[in-house]
């Protein structure tokens, strides 16, 4: 038998299919959606209108954040992610003997070191998904990605009145002078105003933190205790009670491509959201999986709604190379029913 045929794409998508994913504020925000096709026309932005891709002004510092993926602009189609692994002549070579002793328990414990691999793969592509979700909830409904075409800008419509920047002693860092119960409560006000109820909030822990340790929140929750250390539940409640607003603290981070740890929401932002989804998550048709629904191809399976999986027996060296990919992104149908600060 050809230790290969034991490295098949059913076998390995009924593995990742057991065990459940990392469930995500953002999959949570912008369920998935699997949709037959490429192209950008499903993906909608604030009031319905397709979303606007054009080419990227930004920084380097804004590139580090942005996604790598291959983008066709003249087509206008979504963002493609690819990654593949092959087997390791270690793994190879212990799997050969195991096979060869017949040892059922080794092989085994080999197989499922080698479909973890895979696994990471398509948790990597959750990961590109997620990282699509937060950039809009952070940047004021605007994904940036790096393809090999040029830098991307996907610009989803927010309305300028919808955004904010605090400077000066209002930005939230300043414990002492800024106020953010203020803040929220005026925000929420202007989006009534505009005929929106926003409900939720999306910030990140440092944020989080500068709203826990201020002053003017601590005196007005507690005035006759100014010096009190006050819980995080405590906070919310307070919060809630004053502005109507729920927080969702996000937490977490993701690799780049160059290694280094990024968080999943940016540091200093503060968005505040309706009640329910704000989108969805759409997968489009892969290559792969395109081959297989035209019969050209049986070594592909699809898992988590539009994951790609496609397994490819090599002879040179003799190995076995296994491919995820995955073509989508999120959409933001309610963009204009959002608000977005920069506090910090």
Same mark, same amino acid.
């Given at each position: 038998m050809d230790w290969r045929d034991i490295i098949n794409v059913k &076998?390995? =998508?009924t593995y990742i #299919? &057991?065990?459940?994913p990392e469930v995500t504020i953002g999959e949570a925000l912008f369920p998935r959606k699997k949709q037959l096709g490429m192209e950008l026309k499903y993906i909608k932005g604030a009031k319905q209108k397709p979303v606007v891709l054009k080419q990227s002004t930004f920084d380097t510092a804004v590139k580090i954040r942005a996604l790598k993926a291959q983008v066709d602009e003249i087509t206008k189609q979504m963002p493609f992610f690819k990654e593949s692994v092959l087997i390791n002549e270690a793994d190879r070579q212990q799997l050969l003997l195991a096979m060869q002793a017949q040892n059922k328990n080794v092989i085994d414990m080999i197989i499922t070191k080698i479909f973890d691999n895979y696994k990471v793969l398509v948790d990597g592509g959750d990961m590109q998904m997620e990282r699509m979700r937060m950039q809009l909830l952070a940047d004021a409904g605007v994904i940036s990605i790096i393809s090999d075409d040029g830098d991307i800008v996907f610009d989803f419509g927010v309305p300028s009145n919808h955004k904010e920047v605090l400077s000066g002693t209002a #930005?939230? =860092?300043?414990i002492e002078k800024s106020n953010p119960i203020e803040d929220i409560i005026r925000w929420v006000r202007l989006m009534k105003e505009d005929g929106y109820v926003v409900n939720r909030a999306i910030l990140d822990a440092t944020t989080f933190g500068w709203i826990t340790a201020n002053k003017n929140i601590i005196k007005s929750a507690f005035p006759n205790n100014p010096n009190y250390i006050a819980s995080d539940e405590e906070i919310k409640k307070f919060i809630k009670d004053k502005t109507g607003v729920a927080f969702a603290v996000? =937490?977490? =981070?993701?690799k780049l491509e160059d290694g280094t740890e990024q968080p999943y929401f940016t540091k200093g932002k503060f968005t505040l959201i309706p009640t329910g989804s704000l989108g969805k998550t759409y997968y489009g048709t892969t290559p792969e999986e395109a081959d297989k629904m035209f019969g050209n191809s049986k070594n592909v399976q699809i898992v988590r709604t539009g994951i790609a999986i496609m397994t490819m027996k090599? +002879? +040179?060296?003799v190995t076995v190379q296994t491919k995820v990919s995955q073509l989508g992104m999120p959409s933001f149908e309610r963009a204009d029913e959002c608000f977005f600060a920069t506090v910090n």
């Open positions: &076998e390995i =998508s #299919k &057991e065990l459940s #930005k939230w =860092s300043d996000v =937490s977490g =981070s993701y090599k +002879d +040179d060296p």
